[in-house]
DNA sequence: ACAGGCATGATACGGATGTACCAGGAGTCG
DNA sequence: CGACTCCTGGTACATCCGTATCATGCCTGT
């Protein structure tokens, strides 16, 4: 067992312990020996590994990162029309299952420590909001041209409103105020209501 | 000085240092030294006043919510017309100015508590939200009433929608994706957009 | 086959935290 | 006047944390 172990391989088995532990206990529970424990390796393991624990967590993050998009991805699926690709990428955010309730959970405790030690993340995680909200406004733009907003909306105003909202709607999930299908029939409530279908003669 | 400090105003004054700390460090970085050194006093009295940490913590949150609701208060002012009302409502929790950027980073870091320990915090925090909500839909169905407001329109959906909205542009600017005055646009792009019988004028 | 280095285990250390304990001062009421 | 109760201060204790240190094994290259 001792033969190669595969440095990234034994890196995202740690990283993933403190993901485990950070979605069920939170954050502030995945101490550097709960991690070594919970992945079944010896806290020195963890400590050769990352050799601090910031080092950890930046990886950790790095990682929860790439799974919220391969969700995304997967949700996306083949759909091309605007609509149904803005449609997948807010409802795939939405802690709706368990896995969105786990990534959107620890995503909350990365955020909360964050505002605790503001300059530890540098653009690590910064950066993908922006990215997100700029495809998002693309894709409500290629909407207008095809008719199915209209073509009056701010792309960009409303592409930052969804994606707060649905951040909002996330929060309001995990804090247990409604569940998430509740939090799906709002959002899907404003994408009719962004979606409507013109009326003949012009718009409203 | 020892002559009958008045229990209640020595609690307002050490619960308010907690706040204090938490604001500008972080709530983790609010230990009951800390706090008491923040305060003023010894160690011995943030004990005797609060016998655990969690009565410290839970008093302080209580006074917090009076703080926010005292902002919004103020922000309603006299206004009377539904729009005006809503309006203040919700640019009130945006944090703004310094005052909103206190309490909504405060409120952020208790938020992340209680992700942590779910139980702790039965429904001191939680029938807050559900009442504004309440009372930010009747706002909206009046607005209806006298015609602010498309009157199909779903007044409960809408007032979730903002009030997540909200929320999440609170969590953007405090993540530092944008400024208070980049999500005061936002959220007035929206209720420009929502309070529009169909005269489509020119904007600010 | 042997040496060197990567990988792993056990344990120690300094610091911080929440809470408990002991001791004393001040005002009040018998 | 004396005792009792409410406050206040100083400090000790047990625990947990992140990190560092020492020692040892196994694999590999030559």
Redesign the interface.
Known sequence: MTTKPDHEERRRQIAEALLRIAAT?????ASMRAVATEAGVSLRLVQYYFTTKEGLLLDAFARLGTQLQARMQRWIGDARAPREVVTAILSSILPTDEESRRIT?TY??Y??L?????EVMGRTG?GQ??LLEGFLARQLRAAQESGGIDR???AG?TA??L???????G??V?????DGRAAL???T??LD?LFRPSAPGGR?
């Open positions: 206990d939170g954050l502030k529970s959970r909350t405790a955020y909360a964050v505002l605790d030690d503001p910064a909001p922006d009056e909306r701010d105003m930052a409103g994606l707060a909202m649905v951040n909002g709607l929060s309001s995990l804090g247990g105020q409604r029939a709002v959002l409530h404003h209501e409203l």
